[in-house]
């Protein structure tokens, strides 16, 4: 049990290392290939960060003196993540909101 634990920690830091590669590449507007298919979070998150949707990050952050390198850490990630500029759009099909009026109005 207690190896199975320590093999799924290890996935889930790799994951979160790919995670700040993909916010390090996405904050620099200079860069033109950002790696979202390093993993499998960073690929389900491709249309969240940088993408054309509103994002919210939530970072839980701790004040004992004892979780004090991981708060830094956290409040590090999250000073990235602010630089990550999103430009919302609507998703609109046009073609499909006229079929829609049109089928409307002739009945």
């Not at 320590?6 to 700040?20: D, G, V």
């Not at 590669?21 to 979202?36: C, G, L, S, T």
């Not at 994002?55 to 990235?80: D, K, P, Y």
Request: charged share 20%; hydrophobic share 40%.
């Amino acid at each position: 049990s207690e190896g199975i634990t320590k093999k799924e920690a290890m996935y889930i830091n790799q994951s979160l290392t790919f995670l700040e590669q993909v916010i390090i590449a996405v904050a620099d507007r200079k860069r033109e290939h950002v790696p979202f298919r390093q993993s499998k979070l960073t690929h389900v998150l491709k249309n969240s960060i940088g993408g054309n949707c509103n994002t919210v990050m939530i970072a839980n952050i701790w004040g004992e003196s004892a979780q004090l390198e991981e708060t830094i850490s956290t409040l590090r990630f999250g000073t990235r993540m602010m630089c990550v500029a999103n430009e919302p759009l609507q998703n609109v099909h046009k073609q499909w909101y006229q079929r829609r009026v049109r089928a409307i109005t002739l009945n």
